[in-house]
């Protein structure tokens, strides 16, 4: 049976691992093909498009830097050669540098700012005038956007921008039939957690303040980004989702 995403094309980036990984198998498995981007994951990324064909949906992996207005121009260019339309993209692709804001230099101001924001308006600008029947942007957010976390200040300044950013563009977009959300995920373990100095007094915090349960797992959020693109989520727009287990209302 087709499923509720048949026929329609979604592009990911930072598609190769983590979250990424798990939202563009979700994608494929309720009927939509998908574009893979990464930036070093070369062998993730490649086999991963192989899962998503065995799955039955079309898929094609293209390498670029979404911080970089050159490089988006070259990530949508293989698109239009692998994809005729597209439908829906998640911003999942971040970075940053991990040390005490007092330390910062400006190079580490514009670097989280280009990747985790500018990104999105970069992909938004290149993406609209390929969806043809409206489409869906949605934007990956982080725990820092709202609350203060060690050596991720100007991570987190730059996760506050893009939701920031987000509410702007669904205003823009939403008279064209586009749909702009952001996910806000709590802890979640994966690979970016293990650069964190903090990483062990993190997901302690959070099994100690998360009422459903200590851990999130990358398809949670996957999940949470799938639901977003639903037909029954239309209405849906300019908002931040959180998906945290209740961890922001718990003190």
Known sequence: MPGPLAGKVALVTGGA?????????????????????????????????????????????MQGSVGDPDSVHEIFAAF????????????????GVLKPAMEMKLKHWRWCMEINAFALALLAQHAVPRMKDGGRIIALSSLGAYRAIPNYGFVGASKAALEALVRSLAQELGPKGVRVNAVNAGVVDTDALAYFPNRDALLAEYAARSPAGPVLA?????????????????????????????FAVSG
Request: with cysteine; hydrophobic share 50%.
């Open 80 to 95: 239009d050669e692998a994809f005729p339309r597209l439908d829906i993209v998640v911003s999942n692709a971040a970075s």
């Open 218 to 246: 990358p398809a949670d959020v996957a999940n949470a980004i799938y639901l977003l693109c639903l037909p029954e989520a239309s209405m849906i727009n300019g908002t931040t989702l959180f998906v945290d287990g209740g």
């Open 17 to 61: 691992r983590g979250i990424g990984r798990a939202t563009a198998l979700k994608l494929a498995s309720a009927g939509a093909d998908v574009a893979i981007n990464y930036y070093n994951s070369h062998d993730e990324a490649e086999a991963l498009a192989g899962e998503v064909r065995a799955l039955g949906r079309r898929a094609a992996a």
